[in-house]
């Protein structure tokens, strides 16, 4: 499984901003996929999620919860982050993952994610 993520870019505060993963090569291992951010000098966290064939069941990190949105379009094998009210905070490298593992909910782990895309920078500014 190949992961790109696309659509990052510089937004003002209370903005909204779509990033995307495109997913390619054998989906049909892709079990759920999450976005998570890294801001320099912290951890990777996880910000949403979703499970690839089932896009009812979604979970969020707390501080983003009312404000992003995460969906899949299984045709076009894309997951989508839609982030609205963006804050000074939200500024990080978001990536996508995917998790292969059978899993009956949305792992928040990294170490949980066997495919990982590049990345891209959303900046947020004030």
């Known amino acids: 499984v190949q992961l790109q993520a696309s659509g990052g870019g510089l937004v003002e505060v209370g903005g909204s901003l779509r990033v995307s993963c495109a997913a390619s090569g054998r989906t049909g291992n892709i079990n759920a996929v999450a976005w998570f951010r890294q801001a320099p000098g912290k951890e990777r966290e996880f910000v949403a999620g979703?499970?690839?064939?089932?896009?009812?069941?979604?979970d969020y990190t707390d501080s983003v919860k009312g404000r992003f949105t995460i969906s899949t379009d299984n045709a076009k094998n894309t997951a989508y982050l839609q982030m609205s009210s963006l804050k000074p905070e939200d500024t990080a490298v978001y990536l996508c993952?995917?998790?292969?593992?059978?899993?009956?909910?949305?792992?928040?782990?990294?170490?949980?994610?066997?495919?990982w895309g590049q990345g891209t920078l959303v900046t947020v500014s004030s």
């Open positions: 979703v499970r690839w064939l089932n896009s009812g069941h979604t």
């Open positions: 993952a995917a998790d292969r593992v059978r899993r009956l909910y949305v792992a928040k782990l990294p170490s949980s994610y066997a495919y």
